[in-house]
């Protein structure tokens, strides 16, 4: 599965009734998990992840793949042996595909970006331009040739080709001085930052379109929002880091009583767990932790759910619907959903109280 990640779930919404579980499906796609694959396409299925870099147009990739736990012997094979054909392979684990995406997703955008300063500076130096940038390619191809044919580290190399109070000592510590080992080193983490994990959109009463999302940022996992252009295609530089919903996903939000409330999950895979609220006055914060909405709940796990959305009733102005998923991992034909209204005690808060029935009349 080979498509932009803002296409992908309708893409597999799209091939879910041609599915049957002795297929196999393969996703590329950029930040989409397996539980998020496995959550649209319902049933059974063997999903894998991988992720190649661009080198794969010549067949020289870097291919990371993550597997989930249930996957068969001969499904791993046949992954394997694809993606060994166009380049080199490794397994990692789910939660590291966003470093890779960091190191050697983006890396050749970073080589790339050396070469354009090389080539700056040799044409700068009265290299004629029409040659200085196949000097440029073949220097940085002839670097990687010996760092993958060389016995001896990168590290090793360069120090090799490093003599003391030599032009190229001058050069390296003309580098060092302004930090440039350390800022490759941050920007590989701000790449790896940018990979969002669970997300959700929400639209406020003055038609503003804001984008919710959890993310790794300086080894800590919140929650951000960031406000959307008017077409609701790109970000906008407006947006906030929401640190008090700290290692939390699915937010589900509603504007009620001058206040914002977003209800959100925390980070147990497949398994539910307590609810947690936050309240603010502007989307954009500050937002109040408010604790846990749900009352009997006797399982303390959003009563075995997790929140998805929160649906607005227009005949109704101010009654909301909370919308919850049951998650069956080992049946996903048969996971479900709970719909619970929203109550709120006073004009501050807001509850969650679970009924095995209820009608929209009784609110």
Known sequence: ??????TSIEALENIRPFLSSHQLIISIVAGLSLERIQRTIVSKQSIIRAMPNTSVTIGLATTFISYPDNISDEHRIITETLFDAVGITTVVSEELQHAATGVFGSGPAYVYFLM?????AATEQGFPSEITNKLVVETVYGAAKMARDALHSPKELRRKVTSPNGTTQAGIEYLEQFSVKKAIIGAITKSSERSLKDCTVYKDKDGTGYFIYDRVVDQDRCLHIVKLSEDYLSFTNVYRRLGVAYWREAAAILYHNRYYFMFTSGLTGWNPNPAKYFRAESL???WI????????DITNTTFQSQSTYILPVEEKPGLFIFMAERHNT??????????????????????LTYR???RLEDF
């Open 1 to 6: 599965m080979s498509v932009k990640p803002n």
């Open 284 to 286: 954009l914060g500050p």
């Open 330 to 351: 080992q049946n996903f034909e048969h996971c479900s959903y709970i719909w619970l209204p929203v109550e709120f005690p006073t004009q501050d808060t807001a509850k």
């Open 116 to 120: 354009e300063a090389m080539v700056t």
């Open 356 to 358: 095995n029935s209820w």
């Open 289 to 296: 932790d408010m604790g846990d909405p749900c009352e009997n």
